[in-house]
């Protein structure tokens, strides 16, 4: 087997305790191979079941035992048969003994590949663990867990354990499960293996890791502190983003009967002056420009390659800076892990040195990057310790890259704490708001976190690799439904909502919703560097449409309409200023016509012109003109008007809505109580 290849065995529990879950590992395994036939199709793959009453294998045979154990699959590269295999796992009518199944397994790689052969050896093992194990015929179950490890170790085979614990039922011996558990934890100490333990289906699909990148080491090189000390460091991915498959271009043009045809196509591009031109442009004829303002600047090849800037491959210390100092929201692209050189023990006491001091006083480190000779760019980063708890395993950092003053984006959004108390929640609200957190808690304690990272599949990735496979077989597949576990990745968990309706109906029945019939599809939402907020019940965003957006004066028929639209516009600097302009002009004539209808329509724009001049931080040209309001009510005699004025609390802007107002929170309070005395005959 070659080194970059992998063997693999499947040991799965088909027993009646892993009937109800049986489904969810199809599917697992099902998309386990779909991965190997598209990124390691020269991958090995065998299968063995335990739990069948049947009992099929080459150990059973030469010298007994190992009953209830099956081989469905020698190890054989992976193909599109294995694929409906795993889709069709027997049912099985008796406890397994997976330490059964794992000699089984074992003995199939170390006969397929023996102690020589390079390449990568793994067993995986999906089981609920909950069977009892037969007691060996020399020693205890713990010696002979060890004797299996160590060889384990020895022949370079890595194990890995997926324990189903969805469906536990009540009769199930907790005395069982605790020792098996005791039992895959010894292979943890002795071999290269490790335990999940999985609750639904979901992790069951993360936990079983589809796909096999190699660790490669994007850099090794010195960490240096000063010219005088430098550490060896290593630096890996720790986090990167999985694509979709590169899809490549095909031609069916070569003749069915050459076997030997690649189907490549090839593209070819030509240059040419204009387009009815036949005479195609030589590379040396062709140049690249910039725009800088109305020209086009040429920059030749040469030049280009003088403008680069030249760095040296290494990692520099800047400095230390409290943790704090560097927000969650600064951390760009991919996460790297940077160890110590394994080889170099003084590094590794340095790096542990280093990473445990600044864990202790909750320091990070600013290092600038470059990481091969003649990259074009350097990184500025920031290294987050990382103290080990096991003893085989160094410290380390985490090593994030940092944002320049180019790449950040500063949004100006108003704040909460300036808005006025009709915008923040009550303490009913706020209640009903904790209630529903609480309810739609994923990680609640005595149960498994739901959507962990680690175990947590890519849905888009999945169905991709489903399909493939399906359209593998014929090109007239369709495409099935969304698989139900994948749902749960993309939607609410019901499960989660529904355990209790009160709340939510709680929270619904706690925030009123109103239809804003301003708001349009062609409509953009105006972000504002100031805070906002009136006291008005219908406080709409004022947005603006950018096809419909043509009014410019207030109407008698619509003025609230006309005077937002007015407002909202962005085509000049004058239309606030017009807008509120008209607006007072329409208020004080519908207030002079003094008739009841008038007199609503004229409390409507005033609430109007009250909210937009909160939004667009204009106060004190609302304040001056409530004040004239008042005084022109008081000198026509139209006492009415200002007893709605009151009645509909009505008041100054304060500086609490709006930073620039002149005018006191009591101050504005105190208005209309002010006013009341001279509105007595």
Known sequence: MARNREGLVLLVDVGPAMHSVLPDVEKACSLLMQKKLIYNKFDEVGIVVFGT???????????????????????????????????????????????????????????????????????????NAACPTKDPFEGTKDEQVSTIAVKMAAEGIKMESIVMRADASGDVDERIIEENDHLLSLFSTNAIAKTVNVESPLSLLGSLKTRRVAPVTLFRGDLEINPSMKIKVWVYKKVAEERLPTLKMYSDKAPPSDKFAKHEVKIDYDYKVTAETSEVLAPEERIKGFRYGPHVIPISPDEMETLKFKTEKGMKLLGFTDASNIL???????????????????????????????????????????????????????????????????????????????????????????????????????AVSDNLVK????????????????????????????????????????????????????????????????????????????????????????????????????????????????????????????????????DGNDWTDKAISEMKKRIVKLVEDSTTDEGDKALECLLSLRKCCVLEQ???????????????????????????ITSKKITMIPKSEAADSDVADEEAADFTVKQEPKLET
């Not at 004040?627 to 139209?638: A, G, R």
């Open 439 to 570: 309810m739609l808690d994923l990680a609640p304690s005595p149960k498994e976190e739901v959507l962990k990272p680690e175990l947590t599949p890519n849905p888009v990735l999945q169905r991709f690799y489903e399909y493939l496979e399906l359209k593998s077989k014929s090109t007239d597949a369709a495409l099935p439904p969304m698989n139900e576990a994948f749902k749960r990745i993309m939607e609410q968990d019901p499960e989660l909502s529904s355990s209790d309706k009160s709340i939510m109906d709680s929270f619904s029945g706690s925030f009123e919703v109103k239809e804003n019939p301003k708001l349009r599809k062609a409509s953009k939402r105006l972000l504002r560097d100031k805070p906002s907020g009136s006291d008005d019940e219908d406080n709409r965003m004022i947005t603006y449409n950018a096809n419909e957006n043509s009014i410019d004066t207030v109407g008698d028929a619509n003025p609230v309409q006309d005077f937002e639209a007015m407002i909202s516009r962005r």
């Open 328 to 430: 969650r929201h600064y951390y760009m692209k991919d996460v790297n892990i940077v160890v110590p050189d394994p080889s170099k023990e003084k590094s590794v006491i340095a790096v542990s040195a280093l990473a445990r001091e600044m864990k202790q006083t909750n320091k990070v480190a600013i290092v600038r990057c470059v990481w091969r000779n003649g990259q074009g760019n350097v990184v500025v980063g920031v290294l987050t310790p990382i103290v080990s708890e096991r003893d085989d395993t160094p410290d380390s950092f985490y090593f994030n890259v940092l944002p320049f003053a180019e790449d950040v984006r500063e949004f100006p959004f108003p704040s909460f704490s300036r808005f006025p108390a009709s915008l923040k929640p009550d303490e009913q609200q706020q």
């Open 53 to 127: 009453q049947e009992t099929e294998n080459e150990l059973a045979r030469d010298i007994g035992g190992y009953e209830n154990v099956k081989v469905l699959r020698n190890i054989k590269v992976v193909d599109e048969l294995v694929v409906d295999l795993v889709k069709r796992l027997p049912r099985g009518h008796v406890a397994g003994d997976f330490l059964d199944a794992l000699i089984v397994g074992m003995d199939m790689l170390i006969k397929m590949y023996g102690a020589g052969q390079k390449g990568k050896k793994r067993l995986c093992l999906i089981t």
């Open 618 to 644: 204009e106060p004190k040209q609302f304040n001056e003109f409530l004040n004239h309001l008042y005084e022109l009510c008081q000198e026509k005699k139209l006492s009415h008007f200002l007893a709605h």
